[in-house]
């Protein structure tokens, strides 16, 4: 079976930083992309942030120089580093990746709440 475990979320003030983690598992095929989304309460979920097999990487403008996406392939987890937290990234971050079978897997959502 297959499953995206995320974890970091929680409480962070204005200026400061979380790491969230998306450990996956039970992915026979090869994943190609891996990505970051939000969605704030009465919200669509957006794109945050992605990466591709070759590397390459593109950030919503809202978070453009203040996150960064990243992977560690030998343990199959991507983790998105948040820097100089705004109370506007206020959401429940999704974890997505996609598969040469042209599959798309979720994870199950963390909590990430900005406040002073």
């Known amino acids: 079976q297959v499953q995206l475990v995320e974890s970091g979320g929680g409480l962070a003030q204005p200026g400061g930083s979380l790491r969230l983690s998306c450990v996956a598992s039970?992915?026979?095929?090869?994943?190609?992309?891996t990505a970051w989304y939000r969605q704030a309460p009465g919200n669509q979920r957006e794109f945050v942030a992605v990466?591709?097999?070759?590397?390459?990487?593109n950030y919503a403008d809202s978070v453009k120089g203040r996150f960064a996406i990243s992977r560690d392939d030998a343990k199959t987890t991507v983790f998105l580093q948040m820097d100089r937290l705004r109370p506007e990234d206020t959401a429940v971050y999704y974890c997505?990746?996609?598969?040469?079978?042209?599959?798309?897997?979720w994870g199950q959502g963390t909590q990430v709440t900005v406040s002073s």
């Open positions: 990466k591709t097999i070759g590397g390459v990487t």
């Open positions: 997505k990746i996609g598969t040469s079978q042209f599959q798309n897997y």
């Open positions: 039970g992915i026979t095929s090869t994943i190609l992309t």
